[in-house]
């Protein structure tokens, strides 16, 4: 048996349409690079436990492998907020912390900024509401020259109105910041995703134990610090938007 994921299309040219488009900008990255664009693939993972074994490990040796007892004890939760440069590979600006509020993922998007703040630069995100909030939209339109009086007032009226209305001001290309969103139901289309699956696997596994939220926090540092150091290198993605079904 395998699990799979119904995207649940209701209209297969646009889905189709925004599934080319991401694929475009991963596959043209270097060149947009060139171009002083630089190209980020965000997202959180949060509710990460920071769980302690209550009984030492039995040490694997020639013959046996390796015991963990499975009685834990639960210190509390953290979470990541981080972006991954798609051409170089460097996680940047990472946010490590139990909580990701439409406050918590602007601060993050401005931490970014402030690495390149002359240049542009486009986000890769899902659909999730704090990456189309007010304060983003309002932080953008600043950016770009915007008089504030000319978004509209949340949840009745102009650019402000909803969650759509936000997207396609967020999604505008002619801007310094532009964020595309992938398709519902399609994080395998986030490159982040990608990353979150190798420090699971290398750092926040079943074998892990940590003694308090703190050590948690520290040991995630001291991953990215030594991933962006030792480990870092592009994804090769070699899917160029076309799906052979659905």
Not at 41 to 48: P, R, V, W
Not at 51 to 69: F, Y
Not at 186 to 193: A, K, R, V
Request: hydrophobic fraction near 35%; charge should be negative.
């Amino acid at each position: 048996m395998r699990s799979w994921l119904n995207p649940n299309i209701e209209d297969f040219e646009e889905f189709q349409a925004t599934v080319k488009e991401v694929c475009e900008i991963y596959l043209s990255s270097e060149e947009l690079a060139k171009e002083g664009v630089h190209i980020y693939s965000t997202d959180e993972k949060m509710a990460l436990q920071a769980l302690e074994h209550e009984n030492p490990k039995q040490t694997m040796k020639p013959g046996q492998v390796e015991g963990i007892d499975p009685e834990y004890e639960r210190h509390g939760t953290t979470g990541i907020i981080a972006s991954r440069d798609v051409v170089t590979g460097e996680i940047v600006a990472p946010l490590i912390q139990p909580t990701r509020n439409e406050a918590d993922y602007l601060f993050h998007i401005r931490s970014v900024l402030a690495v390149n703040p002359c240049d542009k630069h486009i986000f890769i995100n899902d659909n999730l509401n704090t990456h189309k909030s007010e304060s983003l939209v309002r932080f953008v339109a600043e950016i770009e020259g915007f008089d504030s009086s000319a978004l509209g007032i949340k949840g009745k009226s102009g650019i402000l109105k909803n969650m759509e209305t936000r997207a396609e001001f967020l999604t505008d290309n002619s801007h310094k910041i532009v964020f595309v969103y992938t398709p519902k139901h399609c994080s395998w289309l986030n490159q982040i995703e990608c990353w979150f699956s190798i420090i699971t696997r290398r750092l926040l596994n079943k074998r892990a134990s940590f003694i308090s939220v703190q050590e948690l926090e520290q040991k995630i540092w001291d991953f990215i610090r030594y991933y962006n150091q030792f480990l870092k290198k592009p994804f090769r993605w070699n899917f160029k938007g076309k799906l052979l079904r659905v």
